[in-house]
């Protein structure tokens, strides 16, 4: 009985009394504390929607993200010749109007935007022929423009290959159909004559425009023409050597023209 008459006067002793108050407060300011700093850290109860960035251009994302408090990060680009430049092609996470779902403040959305050119590696061809160098150049999807200069030991060999001005070093990439300066050795017999532009004519109009003319010669080259008729009604999409103001060629030098049905296609 002398216990718990001690245990008693102790349970109503002012001190026991105010060790529970204070680890009461304790206990109560450790889990309010902890709720709300998990409840601001998760950010609970925010809900923002995705807009849709899909087929938009990378440009217009400032703008479709209007005042929700997202951010963006572009993750690379993917060759696509056939969509806009910077046209958004994945986002994540997708947008809410087909995924249903939303985020936080301050989530970051990725995207992937096509571009239009892709980088290729030039091969060396100098002291190649001439056929044979702007063959392997046109099998990498770039175009020629020819000069010729006077030479007595590099007779139908490259002498020099550039890209805008400088020549090209080894290992060295450049876009995809872009132009290769080639520099050929010839004898000088013969005159020099001003390459034809016929870019976007078809096969009968470039030819009437070699009638009479038999310093040039033309090879026709078709890609996508299933029909006789795809074949006529198809346009030159390139040349090669490309034409210029100061371009000139010897007489009796062939053009390859490159022609498609579908108006700016590409032949790879």
Same mark, same amino acid.
């Given at each position: 009985?002398?216990?718990?008459?001690?245990?008693?006067?102790?349970?109503?002793?002012?001190?026991?009394?105010?060790?529970?108050?204070?680890?009461?407060?304790?206990?109560?300011?450790?889990?309010?504390?902890?709720?709300?700093?998990?409840?601001?850290?998760?950010?609970?109860?925010?809900?923002?929607?995705?807009?849709?960035?899909?087929?938009?251009?990378?440009?217009?994302?400032?703008?479709?993200?209007?005042?929700?408090?997202?951010?963006?990060?572009?993750?690379?680009?993917?060759?696509?010749?056939?969509?806009?430049?910077?046209?958004?092609?994945?986002?994540?996470?997708?947008?809410?109007?087909?995924?249903?779902?939303?985020?936080?403040?301050?989530?970051?959305?990725?995207?992937?935007? &096509?571009?239009?050119? #892709?980088?290729?590696?030039?091969?060396? /061809?100098? =002291?190649? @022929?001439? +056929?044979?160098? !702007?063959?392997?150049?046109?099998?990498?999807?770039?175009?020629?423009?020819?000069?010729?200069?006077?030479?007595?030991?590099?007779?139908?060999?490259?002498?020099?290959?550039?890209?805008?001005?400088?020549?090209?070093?080894?290992?060295?990439?450049?876009?995809?159909?872009?132009?290769?300066?080639?520099?050929?050795?010839?004898?000088?017999?013969?005159?020099?004559?001003?390459?034809?532009?016929?870019?976007?004519?078809?096969?009968?109009?470039?030819?009437?425009?070699?009638?009479?003319?038999?310093?040039?010669?033309?090879?026709?080259?078709?890609?996508?023409?299933?029909?006789?008729?795809? &074949?006529?009604?198809? #346009?030159?999409?390139?040349?090669?050597? /490309?034409? =210029?103001? @100061?371009? +000139?060629?010897? !007489?009796?030098?062939?053009?390859?023209?490159?022609?498609?049905?579908?108006?700016?296609?590409?032949?790879?």
């Amino acid at each position: 009985m002398g216990f718990f008459k001690k245990l008693g006067n102790f349970i109503i002793s002012r001190k026991f009394i105010i060790n529970v108050l204070l680890f009461g407060i304790v206990w109560f300011l450790i889990i309010w504390g902890g709720t709300s700093y998990f409840d601001g850290y998760t950010k609970h109860g925010e809900n923002i929607e995705v807009p849709n960035l899909l087929n938009n251009n990378v440009k217009d994302i400032p703008t479709l993200l209007g005042d929700r408090d997202l951010k963006y990060e572009i993750l690379d680009s993917i060759y696509n010749p056939d969509l806009v430049e910077g046209t958004i092609i994945y986002q994540n996470p997708m947008p809410t109007d087909s995924s249903g779902l939303s985020v936080k403040s301050d989530r970051v959305i990725r995207v992937r935007v &096509s571009k239009r050119s #892709r980088l290729v590696m030039v091969p060396v /061809v100098v =002291s190649k @022929s001439h +056929r044979f160098a !702007e063959a392997v150049l046109m099998t990498k999807g770039l175009r020629t423009r020819v000069n010729f200069v006077p030479s007595n030991e590099d007779q139908g060999s490259v002498i020099s290959q550039k890209y805008q001005g400088k020549n090209i070093s080894a290992g060295q990439q450049i876009p995809i159909n872009s132009v290769i300066e080639l520099t050929i050795g010839k004898k000088t017999q013969g005159d020099m004559v001003d390459i034809p532009n016929l870019n976007g004519l078809t096969i009968n109009e470039a030819e009437e425009r070699f009638l009479g003319n038999s310093s040039l010669r033309l090879y026709p080259v078709y890609s996508g023409c299933e029909t006789a008729n795809d &074949s006529l009604n198809a #346009r030159v999409i390139r040349q090669t050597p /490309v034409a =210029s103001d @100061s371009s +000139r060629i010897p !007489e009796g030098s062939t053009i390859t023209v490159f022609l498609s049905p579908n108006e700016g296609g590409l032949i790879d």
